[in-house]
């Protein structure tokens, strides 16, 4: 029996995304459970978390299992993931070992590993995630690499809950590029991109340039989503227009795919554009939209004091929601 594991939403139906948000909700009206009872799962970390830490380690507690944490090169040794590698550098030991001997200890391993940013080709083969995929026998969580589907999730559950209703096609949807002092992962945007038009919803991709379009990987998976589910896909360089109308406006920041490697190069573009911040003004132009962001968010930079602590924004309920979309997906593997 091949192991299942959660990398991307791209590779579950749309049945099992519904039939995982309907869990969500409900372990969002009823804390504790037993689902994990007796079960437990290594959360690796290669880089910084906050909310992905606290959610999961808090949420096998909730169900009864327990989380251990990992930070490879700090707490834990350097991991070796290319194939055939001599191992005469800082890495101690190799992927192949290291998925299956936890996959001896835990029934479920989490993986948070960024891109390194310098070579987009090399970064959007996902290496790190994958390999722990190809040899762990137990199920492998994606908690964010090239893309953040538990994000996606805890996104898709604060809509379907504002607006009351599971079913979100009509609503126009704007994801947004917004400013940030540094060049930024594109997970969040691809992530978004995917499960928007999944959804069904009339989505636009608003970004300074026709560098900053997403990879074709995942403007790929869009297309094919607006034919499976109807809506429609769009980009769009002019934020008055984009935002004229909207239902959601989404906002997240991510460097240009063809700069990678020369961020220098990429910075003036990304200074000239720093008008793109989410403001009482855009907001204004929308259809009583709300706005939401993965965080953490830079107030005044990506979006204003005044749009952040507006009613309109759902920011924090997406946050609650990761805890719950993670209790789902973490039952659903383990069992």
Sequence with gaps: MTTRHFLSTQDWSRADLDALLAQAAAFKRTKAGRELAGKSIALLFFNPSMRTRTSFELGAFQLGGHAIVLAPGKDAWPIEFDV???????????????????????????????????????????????????????????????????????????????????DLRGRKYVLTWTYHPKPLNTA???????????????????CPTPDYVLDTRY??????????????????????????????????????????????????????????IVDERKMALTDGGVFSHCLPLRRNVKATDAVMDSPACIAIDEAENRLHVQKAVMAKLAS
């Design 188 to 206: 969040v945007a691809n992530s978004a991109l995917q499960i928007a038009t999944r959804y069904g919803m009339d989505v636009t991709l608003l």
């Design 84 to 166: 055939g590698a001599v191992m005469d550098g800082e890495a101690e030991e190799h992927v192949a070992e290291v998925a299956r001997v936890l996959s001896r200890y835990v029934d479920l391993i989490g993986v948070r590993a960024f891109p390194k940013f310098q070579d987009w080709s090399v970064d959007r083969e996902d290496r790190v995630i994958r390999t722990f995929a190809k040899y762990a026998t137990v199920p492998v969580i994606n908690m964010e690499t090239i893309t953040h589907p538990m994000q996606e999730l805890a996104h898709i559950l604060a809509l379907q809950q504002h607006f009351g209703t599971s």
């Design 219 to 276: 403007m790929d998976f869009a297309r094919a989503n607006v034919a499976e589910n109807g809506g429609s896909l769009s980009v769009s360089h002019d934020p008055d227009s984009a935002y004229r109308g909207a239902h959601v406006v989404y906002a997240k920041s991510w460097g240009a795919l063809p700069y990678f490697g020369r961020w220098a190069d990429e910075k003036p573009i990304r200074d000239a554009h720093k008008h793109f």
